[in-house]
């Protein structure tokens, strides 16, 4: 199989794991070729659809067009800049990750992966925002109007304190959200020093709102509820907004394995596991 691949429409540090990924396709007998657009499959470079890999969303487009599957690289939510999520086609709970089949029960283990419950008394619910220029969330009329939309109905259950999280690296129109800027504390992310791009997100909240990205399934790991959208691969383990203030008492073990092969670490990805998961 023909794999093309874009190296100049990857984020900055993607060159190791690209790097990664290309040994494991010709390991497994496949053919990575560089910008082309006629080959069996293509890989991208997450789908955010801005700077260097803006260009991505006509390779993405093009390739899905032609009914031939795109291979998706993502920084991962287990362990960000040491995990990373590889997928067909998105990286949403739309996508295929081949993560609910032959599984390895010990993975969790393996990876240093557990499960907590969340003790925090603190009653603030937290609504983490996503970028809006991301594939994950172009069905949205904004970002923004999302927002308001989850603080309008939670007003509608619960007196709560409510703090919206924008992502880092997107702004909200704080003029969009006049309609309920007396309704919420706005939080800026704090960037981690030492860090390439890691922020900031403590669950210390009673509950954690998110469409279908990292905190989601982040929120479900630590044990604090989460309320997510049916295409988050947190939503098997998340609560409806209905149950805010039943205890959080979710089965999430089989889930837990499961999230655990969704994303793989860098000597992984060099061996190939991505590939016979995915069935490529």
Partial sequence: MRVAYFPNQCAQNSAPVMQALLSGLRKHGHQPCENIWDADAAII????????????????????????????????ALYRGETWKIALNSVTADGYYGHQEDLDWNRPRKLCISQAMNLSRNPRIVIAAQHARS??????????????????TLREHTDRPITVRPHPRSRLNTDKLRKVSNQIVLEQPQRIS?????????????????????????????????IVHQSSLAYPVSIPL???EEPYRVDRDQWLVEICHTEYTLAEIEKGTWITRLKL
């Fill in 242 to 244: 209905q149950q805010l």
């Fill in 45 to 76: 470079w997450s789908v955010l659809w801005l700077g260097r890999m803006a260009e991505n969303h006509a390779v993405w487009q093009h390739y899905r067009e032609h009914d031939r599957p795109v291979i998706i690289v993502d920084v991962g």
């Fill in 194 to 226: 030492n860090s390439y791009d890691s922020y900031n997100l403590a669950f210390d909240c009673h509950a954690m709102i998110n469409y279908n990205s990292g905190p989601g399934i982040q929120a479900a790991l630590a044990g604090t509820r989460p």
């Fill in 135 to 152: 594939l994950q969330v172009a069905e949205l009329d904004s970002m923004e109007s999302w927002i308001i939309d989850q603080v309008t």
